[in-house]
């Protein structure tokens, strides 16, 4: 009986040691496919390393690229911040031509009502005699005067109307 269990303590110790090496081996085995893949790892790594340097010297104008349309982005925004002050600008001065040309409105209007009254008077004058013939020549030019003058009136208000167009046009811009 006890020949019996030196067999059975031999053969379990046999059977632990061939347990025990097929685990080592099986362990060896892993450990060794391991680091072969940590070699193609440590391999890739220096290949991700080569292709990232390369690709930002690639990317290199394109960040001079970035900052030449930051500074004319810059450039763009006081171009538009000028146009707004200078449309503001035009606008003032459209509000200025109008009233000027109202003005000049109201000016032809009592110019013509001074005209008439002078082709009245210079009617009148014409139906006095001698001294009055004088008379008659003064109000005449004066009357001839105020239609130059009504003449003018008319091209000043034209004039003012077509630089008011002018003017409407760049209010548009921007």
């Known amino acids: 009986m006890m020949a019996m269990l030196k067999i059975g303590v031999f053969l379990v ?3 632990s040691l061939a347990v025990f090496g ?7 085995k892993g450990q060794a496919e391991t680091n072969k893949e940590m070699k193609k790892v440590a391999q890739n790594i220096k290949k991700a390393d080569a292709l990232t340097s390369i690709t930002v010297q690639s990317l290199q104008p394109l960040e001079e690229t970035a900052k030449t349309i930051q500074t004319m982005n810059g450039g763009l925004t006081t ?13 003032s001065v459209t509000k200025g031509e109008q ?3 109202q003005n000049l ?5 009592t110019t ?11 009617t009148g004058s014409g139906k006095l005699v001698g001294s009055t013939g004088k008379m008659q020549g003064q109000v005449q030019s004066e009357s001839a005067s105020m ?10 208000i034209a004039e003012m109307r077509k630089l008011n167009k002018k003017f409407s046009l760049l209010r ?3």
């Open 147 to 156: 239609q130059g003058l009504n003449g003018l009136t008319d091209e000043s």
């Open 22 to 28: 097929w685990g080592t081996y099986n362990q060896i």
């Open 99 to 101: 009233v000027i040309i």
């Open 79 to 91: 171009t538009a911040r000028l146009l707004t002050e200078m449309n503001i600008g035009l606008g």
């Open 105 to 109: 409105t109201a000016l032809n209007g």
């Open 112 to 122: 013509n009502g001074v005209l008439s009254q002078l082709q009245a008077v210079s």
């Open 172 to 174: 548009s811009l921007p």
């Open 13 to 15: 110790s046999v059977l």
